[in-house]
């Protein structure tokens, strides 16, 4: 009974659809839900699927939870108020709570946007990045957390919690996480942000080549970042968005994400 409830609500929670056309916007549905397993599993049906704009390209949209069965995705209406039908809830895992997305379509210096919130939690750390997907067992298909040895990354955000009210921030650049001193990040508090990525070899329209650019709420966080480690030119069709918590912590750290929006930078 348990089980066939279980797929009754990631069958629901997948019914909507969302083309990859330009711009895209991605905003986890109305209907909430839950996909908390123990032991941990992946699942490319829980949350709302991805149309490719062309046959040739499929879109997979995937979560995972952590293998003892720790961390959490709830589709939710209320947690931040930029919510809109239902947001995604997040709860970090002992190894990786994660959402990816691949296979996804991006111009040649595209914007990557999304709301977003931490709670108040003491420890654990969050990571968003971006790059290039092309193995089951790369950083967005496979179910390891980020390494030093994750090449494929290009763009990579990472926030570290503790019992301070304001997160440690890093940016990832050359396969290493440099931490960025000055930035607005504290728990409990909603951020709009924005990544611009130019993997190409030249400056294009204002952006930096193999570098990306990050705005919190309309203002620039630094000037620009190298790329986390992937080639120039290889070609960007792949996100991820994970959280970790110590085995030992009985805290379970929650972000809230909602209204990803991918757009071309003309």
């Given at each position: 009974?348990?089980?066939?409830?279980?797929?009754?609500?990631?069958?629901?929670?997948?019914?909507?659809?969302?083309?990859?056309?330009?711009?895209?916007?991605?905003?986890?549905?109305?209907?909430?839900?839950?996909?908390?397993?123990?032991?941990?599993?992946?699942?490319?049906?829980?949350?709302?699927?991805?149309?490719?704009?062309?046959?040739?390209?499929?879109?997979?949209?995937?979560?995972?939870?952590?293998?003892?069965?720790?961390?959490?995705?709830?589709?939710?209406?209320?947690?931040?108020a930029f919510i809109?039908?239902?947001?995604?809830?997040?709860?970090?895992?002992?190894?990786?709570?994660?959402?990816?997305?691949?296979?996804?379509?991006?111009?040649?210096?595209?914007k990557t946007s999304?709301?977003?919130?931490?709670?108040?939690?003491?420890?654990?750390?969050?990571?968003?990045?971006?790059?290039?997907?092309?193995?089951?067992?790369?950083?967005?298909?496979?179910?390891?957390?980020?390494?030093?040895?994750?090449?494929?990354?290009?763009?990579?955000?990472?926030?570290?919690?503790?019992?301070?009210?304001?997160?440690?921030?890093?940016?990832?650049?050359?396969?290493?996480?440099?931490k960025v001193k000055?930035?607005?990040?504290?728990?409990?508090?909603?951020?709009?942000?924005?990544?611009?990525?130019?993997?190409?070899?030249?400056?294009?329209?204002?952006?930096?080549?193999?570098?990306?650019?990050?705005?919190?709420?309309?203002?620039?966080?630094?000037?620009?970042?190298?790329?986390?480690?992937?080639?120039?030119?290889?070609?960007?069709?792949?996100?991820?968005?994970?959280?970790?918590?110590?085995?030992?912590?009985?805290?379970?750290?929650?972000?809230?994400?909602?209204?990803?929006?991918?757009?071309?930078?003309?």
């Amino acid at each position: 009974m348990i089980k066939n409830t279980f797929l009754a609500i990631c069958l629901l929670a997948s019914t909507s659809v969302w083309a990859q056309t330009f711009p895209f916007n991605y905003d986890f549905g109305d209907t909430p839900a839950s996909f908390a397993p123990n032991p941990g599993a992946s699942s490319t049906k829980f949350l709302p699927k991805i149309l490719g704009s062309v046959k040739s390209v499929k879109p997979v949209v995937r979560i995972r939870t952590a293998s003892d069965g720790s961390g959490e995705f709830n589709l939710v209406k209320n947690g931040a108020a930029f919510i809109k039908g239902s947001g995604l809830e997040v709860i970090a895992g002992t190894t990786t709570s994660k959402l990816s997305m691949y296979d996804l379509e991006f111009k040649a210096i595209t914007k990557t946007s999304f709301d977003l919130k931490f709670d108040g939690s003491k420890s654990g750390q969050w990571i968003f990045a971006n790059g290039n997907s092309n193995s089951e067992e790369d950083a967005f298909q496979g179910n390891s957390g980020i390494k030093d040895t994750n090449s494929e990354l290009f763009s990579g955000l990472r926030w570290v919690l503790t019992d301070a009210n304001e997160l440690s921030f890093y940016v990832r650049e050359e396969v290493k996480w440099v931490k960025v001193k000055t930035h607005p990040f504290i728990k409990d508090q909603e951020f709009h942000i924005d990544i611009i990525s130019n993997n190409s070899g030249t400056e294009k329209n204002g952006i930096a080549a193999n570098s990306y650019q990050i705005m919190v709420n309309g203002n620039k966080i630094g000037a620009y970042f190298k790329t986390g480690g992937l080639e120039t030119n290889a070609k960007l069709n792949g996100l991820l968005f994970l959280g970790y918590k110590p085995k030992e912590s009985t805290e379970k750290p929650k972000v809230w994400i909602d209204n990803l929006v991918i757009t071309e930078v003309l």
